[in-house]
């Protein structure tokens, strides 16, 4: 079945320390995104890629890095900039064309021990 | 920038009852897209509903329907029916067809519904 998988599904960062999350999709879409969820709040967006090898800064970007080495993959490292981690971590991907609806993957709990 | 709005943080109805969510937003464009995603208690995140501004009808989707107010900047989810599957957070998204800003989608705070037995 084509889909988006994130892992892991939890995840904990200690202080100082950077993470990475994963994210692949068979879908063959193009453009890919990630967001940030905190509790009470919508989705804010942290970054995107609409082609390989090319990303932009999302509203939040700060203490974030990305990369788009395939089209089936972008990975999301949390580093120690970042120093309100603690979140849930979606990703989505779409197919091209303007309006198209963004598909989303399961979420990724990431905790500070 | 855009902004999304919507007024009702939790709301409880009985089941097989209409309800309805609001949402308002805030934008300076003329043609976009707007989006109305459902989140369950596993959290994944479910596509409800979309409507292209530039169409005057209201797009529906089984039990689903939305109420599209252009000029008021409007866009409210009925939900006919209601199903106790239907408890879930659920957000209304805004999206640009222009080329210029991030091309991701702009969220509201969500609304918590809870159908009861």
């Known amino acids: 079945d084509g889909g988006i998988t994130q892992s892991p599904k939890y995840l904990f960062r200690k202080e100082g320390q950077n993470v990475t999350l994963s994210c692949e999709q068979n879908?063959?879409?193009?453009?890919m995104y990630w967001y940030r969820q905190d509790p009470g709040q919508g989705l804010r967006l942290i970054y995107y890629?609409?082609?390989?090898?090319?990303?932009q800064k999302g509203d939040i970007a700060e203490g974030y890095s990305v990369s788009r080495e395939k089209k089936e993959s972008f990975p999301l490292t949390v580093t120690s900039a970042q120093k309100n981690p603690t979140a849930f971590y979606l990703c989505?991907?779409?197919?091209?064309?303007?309006?198209?609806?963004?598909?989303f993957g399961d979420g990724t709990r990431l905790s500070i021990l | 920038a855009q902004t999304v709005t919507q007024s009702q943080p939790e709301m409880s109805v009985q089941e097989a009852e209409t309800v309805t969510l609001s949402c308002t937003y805030d934008?300076?464009?003329?043609?976009?897209?707007l989006f109305w995603y459902k989140q369950p208690p596993s959290r994944q995140m479910i596509l409800v509903i979309r409507?292209?501004?530039?169409?005057?009808q209201n797009a529906t989707e089984n039990r689903f329907s939305v109420n599209f107010q252009k000029a008021a900047k409007s866009f409210s989810l009925k939900i006919s029916d209601s199903q106790l599957g239907d408890t879930a957070m659920y957000f209304c998204?805004?999206?640009?067809?222009?080329?210029?800003?991030?091309?991701?989608?702009?969220f509201g705070k969500g609304t918590h519904l809870i159908i009861q037995p």
């Open positions: 989505a991907s779409r197919i091209t064309g303007v309006g198209q609806p963004q598909h």
């Open positions: 879908l063959n879409h193009d453009a």
């Open positions: 890629s609409q082609i390989v090898n090319d990303f």
């Open positions: 934008t300076s464009e003329s043609n976009y897209y």
């Open positions: 409507q292209e501004a530039y169409k005057q």
């Open positions: 998204a805004f999206k640009n067809s222009g080329g210029g800003g991030a091309d991701g989608l702009t």
